[in-house]
């Protein structure tokens, strides 16, 4: 069963810092490029960070860059994406996606993750 699995969230004050994390089964994420997208209450899924499997590719939204950083762990078949210096507007459900090219369109990603919950609040 092809599976993408997402852990690590949870309840951090502001300034502090997190990270998530993405576990594949059932096929190997090394193939893939890996993307973070965040929706947050009332707003529209947006793509935070995407990891391209071939170039070492990554992007990042401006409202991330020099924050969050996504990386990979092959031999665990994960993806990371740790998040530094967190505000309260990055509160949100992560989820992870696995796709065939680097892209912020959600429609280009064939496998998701249920998500996890990142809030930030004092």
């Known amino acids: 069963q092809l599976q993408l699995v997402e852990s690590g969230g949870g309840l951090v004050q502001p300034g502090g810092s997190l990270r998530i994390s993405c576990a594949a089964s059932?096929?190997?994420?090394?193939?893939?490029?890996v993307a973070w997208f965040r929706q947050a209450p009332g707003k529209e899924r947006e793509a935070v960070s995407c990891?391209?499997?071939?170039?070492?590719?990554?992007y990042y939204v401006d409202s991330v860059k020099s924050r969050f950083t996504i990386s990979r762990d092959n031999a665990k078949n994960t993806v990371y994406l740790q998040m530094n210096s967190l505000e309260p507007e990055d509160t949100a459900v992560y989820y992870c996606a696995a796709g065939r090219k680097v892209s912020t369109r959600q429609n280009d990603y064939l496998y998701w993750g249920q998500g996890t919950q990142v809030t930030v609040s004092s």
């Open positions: 990891s391209g499997s071939s170039d070492g590719s990554t």
């Open positions: 059932g096929f190997t994420l090394d193939h893939y490029t």
